[in-house]
């Protein structure tokens, strides 16, 4: 009797294991975003448990539930955390939206490929297209001003088409041409060297290469600091890399248009009061004693009253002078010549993009044109950009991109 009800009780033992095996089950899908391409290595894990998985390099994943769970999180890195309800489910197809917050923690690398910036290992810092836009630069150099810690922008005052000087993390070399970041636009190294510089001895300055990139076009740059960042690079990137990241193209339905108007205008902002009862140094005319205009013994006292003593004038009284052009003038305050020479600077920008395609083949195409005028007399910078970026993918393996920016520039100074 007693052998009786111990195999009656193995065999409820058996029954109760069959019974709970049976009740696990598999869930296998598809995860891909909202324009329906396949995400690789997203995390699923099955709710309130440690079992876990990822899907594959084609967005399939495979998972075992325990007993009584059903529900599945998905996560990964630039989009929403996503939780289903698998009940009764053996294959569930999910699809995972971008989010806003979690992209800002993505950064594109040296070699161009997005990570998360928790995960690298060197200084690296990012600024979106939209903040070179909004208070509008025609040297995308000048933009970096104050938005990137350990880097200083000087803008040289020889108006809108003038070079810009980017230093990071301090001067290395005696000699400004060689304190110059190396500049890659789309994986691309460009030469950003400054086109000659205007100083007291005079001189021109034709301005950088930057000055050929349409802001409109940027989706970011990213500012890589130290060695490890510039490795890639090699010497060349000795002083940092700027990487900058172009807009392209995306499979949407229909054709999608983007339009950007923008303008600017600027003024002097700093006009120093000069004193106003005394006239400049040097000879004027002949009816005025000027202890400033006497001849000079020597070599030596001609240099010091070329630099010092001419700076102090007679007063201005009102006496008759004869001037340089030989007319004879009341040697007076003439009034304001700031406002005579100062103007006020405009800058006028319209954009426009064009951008579509499939998940296989997808192009951007924008045409932008600027008109600026600065705050100095005659001067002023005018460009139009033409930009064409396709991207094409042949099977799994072979992907196609071609970029290509024409600019014409015209520059008076």
């Known amino acids: 009797m007693k052998q009786l009800h111990f195999l009656v009780f193995v065999l409820l033992l058996f029954a109760g294991i069959s019974v709970a095996f049976a009740q696990k089950r598999t869930v296998s899908g598809k995860i891909t975003d909202a324009s329906g391409k396949a995400i690789p290595f997203v995390n699923v894990t099955v709710k309130g448990t440690s079992v876990g998985t990822t899907s594959n390099s084609d967005g399939i994943y495979s998972i075992t539930l325990p007993e009584k769970s059903n529900t599945l999180v998905f996560t990964f890195v630039g989009y929403r955390a996503l939780e289903v309800n698998v009940s009764n489910l053996t294959t569930a197809d999910v699809k995972l939206q971008e989010d806003a917050g979690e992209l800002a923690g993505v950064v594109v690398t040296a070699l161009g490929i997005e990570r998360n910036k928790k995960s690298l290992q060197y200084s690296i810092t990012q600024v979106a297209g939209e903040n070179l836009t909004q208070a509008r630069e025609a040297n995308v150099g000048n933009a970096l001003e104050g938005r990137v810690a350990g880097v200083n922008v000087s803008k040289i005052a020889s108006g809108p088409g003038g070079s810009s000087r980017v230093v990071i993390r301090g001067i290395k070399t005696l000699g400004s041409t060689l304190n110059q970041p190396l500049y890659v636009v789309d994986g691309v190294p460009m030469d950003n060297t400054n086109q000659g510089q205007a100083g007291i001895w005079g001189g021109a300055d ?19 600091k130290g060695a490890s960042a510039a490795a890639l690079y090699g010497s060349r990137a000795a002083n940092c890399v700027i990487l900058i990241t172009t807009k392209k193209g995306s499979a949407r339905k229909g054709l999608g248009i983007e339009y950007n108007f923008n303008y600017v205008f600027e003024t002097v902002d700093n006009l120093t009061d000069f004193q106003k009862t005394h006239g400049t140094g040097g000879y ?18 001609a240099w010091n009253n070329w630099w010092g003593l001419d700076g102090w004038g007679p007063k201005l009284d009102g006496s008759d002078v004869v001037q340089f052009d030989g007319v ?9 010549n700031w406002s005579r020479f100062y103007q006020t600077g405009h800058a006028l920008t319209n954009s426009i993009a064009l951008s579509g395609g499939s998940e296989t083949q997808n192009f951007r195409l924008s045409l932008s044109d600027l008109r600026s005028d600065g705050v100095f007399p005659n001067s002023g910078f005018d460009r139009t950009n033409i930009t064409l970026s396709t991207n094409s993918k042949f099977g799994k393996k072979l992907t196609v991109t071609a970029r290509v920016l024409y600019s014409n520039e015209k520059t008076k100074n």
């Open 206 to 224: 034709q301005g950088d290469a930057l000055n050929s990139i349409n802001p409109d076009d940027i989706a970011t740059i990213s500012v890589l």
């Open 328 to 336: 004879t003038r009341p040697y007076s305050y003439k009034g304001d």
């Open 284 to 301: 004027v005319g002949t009816t005025l004693q000027n202890s400033v205009a006497k001849k000079a013994e020597s070599i030596e006292d």
